[in-house]
């Protein structure tokens, strides 16, 4: 497609379970991030993703989160036996290399209940 | 790491009304982008500005850096242009936009 995809658009889980978000980035681009966006708050950096490069974690807010990229393509979150305060958008987007415009998805919706 | 601050955080206007949203940044910047997220969560790139005057429709932008400071201003307002508007920014060695806290737009027919 011609834009940044993520599913699932939305995803309620019980507090406890894991859950895997996917993110499909824009051809071609070699940086994907991971932001998190809380209700009427800003967004939190999570992970980035440069080409070949080890991915810079510092965002992640525990243990409990993790992330991989495959073929330098398709980007997966993994948020482990989920806590009611991981309810938010997980939001990815991508862009051509670092220093150029940066394109959204539309976000997953997550609710821990 | 950087502070990024945006002004103001509210605006409430009447269609057809001009605004200036600005966003501060605590040290030089290496690209600063303008993102307007919709009421249904949408983000939308509106410039790439890392300095100097962009224009696309109503809407503009200016980035002065050695000031620290960017704006943007949308003219003759329209109810679509209701959301929140981010600024962004990228400084030192890192590829990592540090997104401002945001300005609420309400615009009313």
């Known amino acids: 497609g011609a834009g940044v995809s993520q599913s699932p658009s939305n995803k309620v889980t019980e507090k406890g379970k894991d859950v895997e978000l996917r993110c499909d980035p824009i051809s071609g681009h070699t940086a994907l991030y991971w932001y998190r966006q809380s209700l009427g708050q800003g967004l939190e950096f999570l992970i980035y993703?440069?080409?070949?490069?080890?991915?810079?974690k510092s965002g992640l807010p525990s243990d409990r989160f993790s992330a991989e990229r495959t073929g330098g393509s398709v980007s997966t979150l993994t948020i482990q036996r989920t806590q009611q305060e991981d309810s938010a958008v997980y939001l990815c987007?991508?862009?051509?290399?670092?220093?150029?415009?940066?394109?959204f998805g539309n976000g997953t919706r997550l609710t821990v209940t | 790491g950087i502070q990024v601050e945006q002004s103001p955080p509210d605006l409430i206007l009447q269609e057809g009304a001009n605004s200036t949203l600005r966003c501060n940044f605590s040290?030089?910047?290496?690209?600063l982008q303008w993102f307007h997220q919709n009421p249904w969560g949408q983000l939308i790139n509106l410039f790439y500005?890392?300095?100097g005057t962009k224009q696309n429709g109503r809407l503009s932008a200016t980035t002065v850096a050695t000031e620290r400071y960017s704006l943007l201003y949308i003219s003759s307002s329209q109810t679509t242009d209701s959301g929140v508007y981010f600024c962004?920014?990228?400084?030192?060695?890192?590829?990592?936009?540090?997104f401002g806290r945001g300005t609420s737009l309400i615009v009313h027919p």
């Open positions: 993703f440069q080409g070949n490069s080890a991915p810079d």
């Open positions: 500005i890392p300095s």
């Open positions: 987007a991508s862009s051509f290399q670092g220093l150029s415009p940066l394109h």
């Open positions: 040290d030089s910047v290496n690209n």
């Open positions: 962004a920014v990228e400084s030192g060695g890192s590829y990592i936009p540090t």
